[in-house]
């Protein structure tokens, strides 16, 4: 979301397009943008981490963003049903002069004023992650491999 892209309650698509959308070298959404979209008892999770109120999803937001050099945002294809909300993405993160991509989608559901109080984010951690480190990217593979083979 744009630093100063202003999103409108309820969440509609394009608004959902907009959440979903930081380019690399764009500023990242501000603590009151957060707090204008999301429940203040919002329930956060992704692979590694839940999380439980507004103040503590703004604090994993920003702890991401300070852990990287960049971050990036596109999304895919979005669908509404009543008060759920699903949003395909793909997310970059620029650490150190590598990059690591992750494709995923978020589930959100959304509370009577239409705001986000559930959202879950799926995605392969594991694999983006580690695949590119010597020793431990082909262990994974060799790993994943038993599991469907």
Same mark, same amino acid.
């Given at each position: 979301m744009a630093a100063n892209a202003p999103i409108h309650l309820p969440l *509609? #698509? /394009?608004?959902?397009?907009? &959440?979903?959308?930081? /380019? %690399?070298? !764009?500023? +990242?959404? +501000? !603590?009151? =943008?957060w707090r204008a979209l999301y429940a203040a008892d919002v329930q956060f +999770? *992704? /692979?590694? =981490?839940?999380? =439980?109120?507004? #103040? @503590?999803?703004? @604090? !994993? =937001?920003?702890? &991401? &963003?300070?852990?990287? *050099? *960049?971050v990036f945002l596109e999304p895919g294809a979005v669908a509404i049903t009543g008060d759920q909300a699903f949003v395909e993405w793909t997310m970059g993160l620029k650490i150190k002069g590598l990059e690591f991509v992750y494709p995923g989608v978020s589930r959100l559901r959304l509370d009577g004023d239409g705001r986000i109080a559930d959202h879950r984010d %799926?995605?392969?951690?594991?694999?983006?992650?580690?695949?590119?480190?010597?020793?431990v990217g082909p262990f994974l593979r060799w790993l994943y491999g038993r599991f469907v083979a």
């Open positions: *509609d #698509e /394009p608004g959902l397009r907009a &959440l979903f959308t930081k /380019p %690399y070298g !764009a500023p +990242s959404p +501000s !603590a009151e =943008q +999770s *992704d /692979p590694t =981490q839940s999380r =439980q109120g507004l #103040e @503590a999803y703004i @604090a !994993a =937001q920003e702890g &991401l &963003l300070r852990r990287c *050099d *960049d %799926y995605f392969d951690f594991m694999g983006p992650t580690f695949a590119p480190v010597p020793l």
